[in-house]
Each structure stands twice: as C-alpha cells, then as structure tokens.
DNA sequence: AACCAGGACGTGA
DNA sequence: TCACGTCATGGT
C-alpha cells in the first residue's frame, strides 16, 4: 500500500503520458449535421469556446442519456431529439413524454430517462444555467444532486463540461484502472476517487475535461470488462 | 446467445 | 451506510 502523497503524485505524471498516447480529445462532444445524419463532434481546437445555453442543455441531456450506455445509442437519442426539435431550452417544455420516449428509447433505460429529463428540465425553470455557474460549486452540485435521475457522476458531467466548473468526473473506466494500478481499493467510493484526483491536481477546468476524457480512452482501450488490463503500456504506474 | 456499455434508484438489512 | 435487484436498447 503506497502512501496518499505517492498516489497523488502518480495521478500527476499520468496526465502527461495519457496525453502524449492519445492527444486532445475534445470532450464533451456537441452535435454537427453531416450528409443529413447528426453525428458527435469532438472540438479539439476550441475547447475554451463559452457555450450557449443550448449547447449546455445539449450537454447536460448526453451526460443523463449516456448513463451505463453506449455512446453511440446516445448520439442517435440526440438525433432524434434534434429532429423532432427537442434539444432546446426553447422548445422541449412542450414535448410529450410520449414523444421523448420515442426519441430516446434507443438509449436504453428510456422510461427512467424520460423522466429523468423532464424533472431536469423543469429543475432549469427554477435554477438556470447562469445561476448554477455562477453559484457556489458544491451549492450547484447539491441542487443538481437533488434531480431524481442525476447521480453523482452525472451531475459532475453537468458541472464540468456544461457549466465549466472544476469538479471531476469519476466513471466505471477509472475506477476499474485505478483499482488494476492498485492506487484505490475496490471498496473506494465515487467521493473518494474524485477527491484523491481534485487534492492531486490544480483546480483547472480544461485539464479535468481532458483528464477524464483521457482516462475514458485509455480504458476503452485497454479495460474492457473482457481484456481487463491486459497489454496496458502504463504498468509503470505500478509502483508499490 | 450471453454479455457489455461514459449509472441511478429503491429496498431491506 | 451498503450490498443487491431493477431498469432496457443495440452492438459483438
């Protein structure tokens, strides 16, 4: 078992190395049309882009739909919302749960997930995007906590790469890599994981989007629940 | 044809 | 608090 100062230094000269592997990854990804067909743009160039409130409303229904769910499924959910023009502040107070279902079923979960976005949305009648960015963090990340449907994670998705606020994101990949490196126990919970990670480095917004993205590609790679850790260059990282 | 994917919630102990 | 079942589609 390696010390908390250990671990935290490991976490810093990962960042790097994931970086070098992979490049910007540009996260989170927002809609583009492409030969008639919406398909996940990832904006490496203009990662410091201030968003629309569209966009973060886009954003922050990708970080609901992609719960335990392929990407993919995510990106014709959001199509479809995009077709039946849906994925707007201005517009998706008048669908029918109905009508989201029929949007979203190919995410999975789409009962939960429905409802999920109308509590959500109507959470943002009372708490807009410019209220929460501008509150306090923790004070936003409760209240977004509160939404039934929004869990931790997705709710550090939402404070993250919609709202531009320095909270990190823990997911299944990182905590499987994390576990693999023997840098957390399997028992270490989601609190746990986020704090080691925002005590080990700087409060920058840009450097947790790609971090987590990073971890996200490197653990797609290499820990697939089938292949878990196998070939992994980073083995490194296994200091005991 | 099982198994998995960028989780969250309700329940019972 | 925490382990466990449930929610569900689409790709391999």
């Not at 935290?8 to 190395?17: G, N």
């Not at 823990?170 to 840098?183: G, H, N, S």
């Not at 399997?186 to 409060?203: G, M, R, T």
Request: aromatic share 12%; net charge neutral; with cysteine.
């Amino acid at each position: 078992m390696q010390s908390i100062q250990n671990k935290k230094e490991i976490l810093k000269s990962l960042y790097p190395k994931l970086f070098e592997m992979y490049g910007a990854q540009g996260w989170w990804p927002l809609l583009v049309q492409k030969e008639g067909q919406y398909v996940s743009h990832y904006r490496k160039d203009q990662n410091d882009c201030k968003l629309t409130e569209d966009e973060r409303f886009e954003v922050s229904v990708g970080a609901i739909l992609t719960q335990n769910t392929n990407w993919k499924n995510v990106e014709k959910g959001l199509g479809n919302l995009c077709k039946y023009n849906l994925l707007s502040l201005k517009t998706f107070g008048a669908a029918t749960e109905e009508q989201i279902k029929d949007a979203i079923r190919c995410t999975g979960y789409f009962n939960q997930k429905a409802k999920a976005l109308r509590c959500f949305y109507q959470f943002l009648q009372e708490n807009s995007f410019d209220m929460l960015q501008k509150n306090e963090q923790m004070a936003s990340r409760d209240l977004l906590l509160e939404v039934k449907g929004i869990g931790p994670e997705t709710a550090d998705c939402i404070l993250l790469y919609a709202l531009d606020q320095p909270s990190f994101v823990v997911d299944a990949y990182t905590r499987r890599f994390l576990i693999e490196k023997k840098i957390i126990s399997n028992c270490a919970s989601y609190q746990d994981i986020k704090v080691l990670f925002e005590d080990a480095l700087p409060l920058d917004v840009t450097l947790f989007k790609e971090y987590h993205a990073l971890l996200v590609a490197h653990a797609k790679r290499f820990y697939s629940k089938k292949e878990y850790g196998v070939n992994d260059p980073l083995l490194e990282v296994r200091k005991i």
